[in-house]
Each structure stands twice: as structure tokens, then as C-alpha cells.
């Protein structure tokens, strides 16, 4: 066997060129497909949301405070804003930690359990 040529099934030989040419269109269309795949994904991630916001979603206390030093906002405003999103983060805490509480509370009323009267 040569180094030109590649064995393929049955027996025929081919070309190295060939084989790159033969498998070119296959590897276009996965290609195309990943691609699309992704956009789609994408789209779809975008389209739908959490419908829960988060923090990240509106404006940092950092940038409300620069817009206010840049005279963008007033400093009522500023207060309205601050106190809208400092109460999101402590609804938040206080939903939290009232599902931690409920789990805590829960395992403090097991039972301790006693060993038996021959182990003691």
C-alpha cells in the first residue's frame, strides 16, 4: 500500500484529496445544525425568562448613587429607588430564611432517640 492512497471498503483505494472532498458536505451540515441548535437555544432562553427577577436584572446602589452625582436623578428619587431595591433583598432574605427555619425547626422536634436498657 501506498502512502497516496487510503483503503476503503471493498477493497478500491481513493485519494487523500478525495476522501477530504467526500466528507466536506457532511461536516457543512453538522456544522450548520450545531449552529442553528445554538441560535435556537438562545432564542428560546431569551423568548421565555425566569419571570423571577433578580438583582442583577435592575440598577446597583453604585449606580444609583452615580447617577445622583451626576445629577441625573434627584436625591428623592434616589431614596424611592434605594429603598425599592433594598426591599426586594430583604423580602428575599426574609423568604429565605423563613424556608431554612421551617427545615430547622422540623429536625429539633425529632425524637432523641434512648438506647436500649441493655446497652446502658
Do not use: C, Y
Not at 35 to 53: A, H, N, Q
Not at 83 to 100: E, F, K, P, W, Y
Request: hydrophobic share 40%.
Amino acid at each position: 500500500m501506498t502512502p497516496s492512497s487510503i483503503p476503503m471498503t471493498l477493497g478500491a483505494t481513493v485519494q487523500p484529496g478525495e476522501v477530504f472532498f467526500a466528507i466536506l458536505p457532511w461536516m457543512l451540515i453538522l456544522i450548520g445544525i450545531v449552529i442553528v441548535g445554538w441560535l435556537l437555544l438562545l432564542f428560546i432562553r431569551r423568548s421565555t425568562g425566569d419571570g423571577e427577577s433578580s438583582l442583577d436584572d435592575g440598577f446597583t446602589l453604585g449606580q444609583l448613587r452615580k447617577m445622583r452625582e451626576r445629577g441625573e436623578m434627584s436625591d428623592e428619587e434616589f431614596e424611592q429607588a434605594r429603598n425599592v431595591i433594598l426591599g426586594q433583598h430583604a423580602g428575599r432574605a426574609a423568604d429565605t430564611s423563613a424556608r431554612m427555619g421551617s427545615d430547622t425547626t422540623e429536625s429539633r422536634t425529632d425524637p432523641v432517640r434512648k438506647p436500649p436498657a441493655d446497652e446502658q
